[in-house]
C-alpha cells in the first residue's frame, strides 16, 4: 500500500472488517496517526504508518514486539496488520498524564508493568532481535542531520562530544527488552491494571534507559526519582548507580532533542516539532548540569 494513501481509505479496505466501517480519528501520535473503529459492535484501534528509516522505526519490529508484550500480558492483542496498518484489541481505559505518572500511588503498579516487559517479552519475542542503544540514536540522527543540512548543525560536535562522555559513564549494562518511549500516554489504566502501547521503538536495552525515559519524560523530581530507582532493583541506590542512572537521564533527553531535531526537517505530519526541540534541548542542559554537579561531588 502506497505511503501517499488516504489512510481513512486505507483503514477501510483493510480484509479483517466484517463490513463497512468509518474510521474515527483519535488525537496522539507523533510518528503516525490513529483511529477508533467499530466492526460488528466491537471497537479497535488502529495505527497507520509506514517504516520511518530517519527514526530506525521498522514495523515488522514493531509488530513482532506487540505481539510478544501481549503475549507477556503488558500490551494488548493484534488483531491484523497489514503493510502500514495495524490493528489491535482497543483498551477502554484512561490515558495517563504526565501527573499521573508522577503520582506515587501509581509508582508500585508502574514498576511491575516495566518489570514484565522487560523480563517477560524475550521468553515470547519471535524472529530478529532488535536492539535500541540511545548512543547509537544520537550518532546515527547527527549524520542524519548533517546530511539534511540542518538548522542545529553546528551544536553536533559538541552534543556528540557529550554523548561520549555518558557512554563511558555508563558502563557495562544489564540487557532486558525495553519499551524504550515511555511517554505518558503510551499508560493505559483501565481501572484495575495498566497496560503499554506504542513499540515503534522497542528492543533490548538496558533497564536504565526505561527508568531514565520514564523519569525525564514525566519531570519526575529527584526524589521520586529516588524511589523508582530503588523500588526497581529492590536494594538502596549507592552513588555509582545514581550517577549511570543520572547519565542516561540525559542520554534520554538527547535523543529526545535531537528525534525532533529530525523531526523538524523530515516529518510531514502536523505538530510544532520547532517548540518541541526548544523545550527538550532546555530539559537536556538542566538535567546535563544535575549530571556534572554529582560527577564532581
Same mark, same amino acid.
Given at each position: 500500500?502506497?505511503?501517499?494513501?488516504?489512510?481513512?481509505?486505507?483503514?477501510?479496505?483493510?480484509?479483517c472488517?466484517?463490513?463497512?466501517v468509518?474510521?474515527?480519528?483519535?488525537?496522539?501520535?507523533?510518528?503516525?496517526?490513529n483511529?477508533?473503529?467499530?466492526?460488528?459492535?466491537?471497537?479497535?484501534?488502529?495505527?497507520?504508518?509506514?517504516d520511518?528509516?530517519?527514526?530506525?522505526?521498522?514495523?515488522?519490529?514493531?509488530l513482532a514486539?506487540?505481539?510478544?508484550?501481549?503475549?507477556?500480558?503488558?500490551?494488548?492483542?493484534?488483531?491484523?496488520?497489514?503493510?502500514?496498518?495495524?490493528?489491535?484489541?482497543?483498551?477502554?481505559?484512561?490515558?495517563?498524564?504526565?501527573?499521573?505518572?508522577?503520582?506515587?500511588r501509581?509508582?508500585?503498579r508502574?514498576?511491575?508493568?516495566?518489570?514484565?516487559c522487560?523480563?517477560?517479552?524475550?521468553?515470547?519475542?519471535?524472529?530478529?532481535?532488535?536492539?535500541?542503544?540511545?548512543?547509537h540514536?544520537?550518532?546515527?540522527?547527527?549524520?542524519?542531520?548533517?546530511?539534511?543540512?540542518?538548522?542545529?548543525? /553546528? $551544536?553536533?560536535? %559538541?552534543? @556528540?562530544?557529550?554523548?561520549?562522555r &555518558?557512554?563511558? #559513564?555508563l558502563?557495562?549494562?544489564?540487557?532486558?527488552?525495553?519499551?524504550?518511549?515511555?511517554?505518558?500516554?503510551?499508560?493505559?489504566?483501565?481501572?484495575?491494571?495498566?497496560?503499554?502501547?506504542?513499540?515503534?521503538?522497542?528492543?533490548?536495552?538496558?533497564?536504565?534507559?526505561d527508568?531514565?525515559?520514564?523519569?525525564?519524560?514525566?519531570?519526575?523530581?529527584?526524589?521520586?526519582?529516588?524511589?523508582?530507582?530503588?523500588?526497581?532493583?529492590?536494594?538502596?541506590?549507592?552513588?555509582?548507580?545514581?550517577?549511570?542512572f543520572?547519565?542516561?537521564?540525559?542520554?534520554?533527553?538527547?535523543?529526545?532533542?535531537?528525534?525532533?531535531?529530525?523531526?523538524?526537517?523530515?516529518?510531514?505530519?502536523?505538530?510544532?516539532?520547532?517548540?518541541?526541540?526548544?523545550?527538550?534541548? /532546555? $530539559?537536556?542542559? %538542566?538535567? @546535563?548540569?544535575?549530571?556534572?554537579? &554529582?560527577?564532581? #561531588?
Amino acid at each position: 500500500m502506497p505511503e501517499s494513501r488516504d489512510p481513512e481509505a486505507l483503514i477501510a479496505g483493510l480484509s479483517c472488517w466484517h463490513g463497512p466501517v468509518d474510521p474515527q480519528p483519535v488525537a496522539g501520535g507523533i510518528t503516525n496517526t490513529n483511529y477508533s473503529v467499530f466492526d460488528q459492535g466491537r471497537r479497535y484501534f488502529v495505527r497507520i504508518g509506514h517504516d520511518i528509516p530517519v527514526h530506525g522505526i521498522v514495523r515488522a519490529n514493531e509488530l513482532a514486539a506487540n505481539r510478544a508484550a501481549h503475549a507477556a500480558g503488558v500490551a494488548p492483542a493484534v488483531i491484523h496488520s497489514e503493510p502500514g496498518a495495524l490493528v489491535l484489541e482497543f483498551i477502554a481505559g484512561r490515558t495517563f498524564t504526565p501527573a499521573d505518572a508522577r503520582d506515587p500511588r501509581n509508582l508500585g503498579r508502574i514498576v511491575d508493568i516495566l518489570k514484565r516487559c522487560h523480563r517477560g517479552i524475550p521468553e515470547f519475542l519471535r524472529g530478529p532481535a532488535p536492539i535500541f542503544w540511545v548512543f547509537h540514536v544520537v550518532r546515527d540522527y547527527a549524520h542524519t542531520l548533517t546530511e539534511g543540512d540542518s538548522r542545529h548543525r /553546528a $551544536r553536533l560536535p %559538541a552534543l @556528540l562530544g557529550i554523548a561520549a562522555r &555518558l557512554e563511558k #559513564a555508563l558502563g557495562p549494562v544489564d540487557i532486558v527488552f525495553g519499551h524504550n518511549d515511555l511517554l505518558p500516554t503510551n499508560f493505559i489504566d483501565d481501572g484495575t491494571r495498566l497496560w503499554l502501547v506504542d513499540w515503534e521503538y522497542a528492543g533490548f536495552n538496558s533497564p536504565l534507559f526505561d527508568l531514565a525515559g520514564l523519569a525525564s519524560n514525566n519531570e519526575y523530581p529527584p526524589e521520586l526519582s529516588l524511589r523508582l530507582i530503588e523500588s526497581y532493583f529492590g536494594r538502596p541506590a549507592d552513588r555509582e548507580l545514581m550517577l549511570r542512572f543520572a547519565a542516561m537521564n540525559v542520554a534520554s533527553l538527547l535523543r529526545e532533542t535531537m528525534w525532533s531535531m529530525v523531526s523538524e526537517i523530515h516529518s510531514k505530519l502536523e505538530f510544532d516539532y520547532v517548540a518541541y526541540t526548544a523545550t527538550n534541548l /532546555a $530539559r537536556f542542559e %538542566a538535567a @546535563l548540569a544535575a549530571f556534572d554537579d &554529582l560527577a564532581a #561531588a
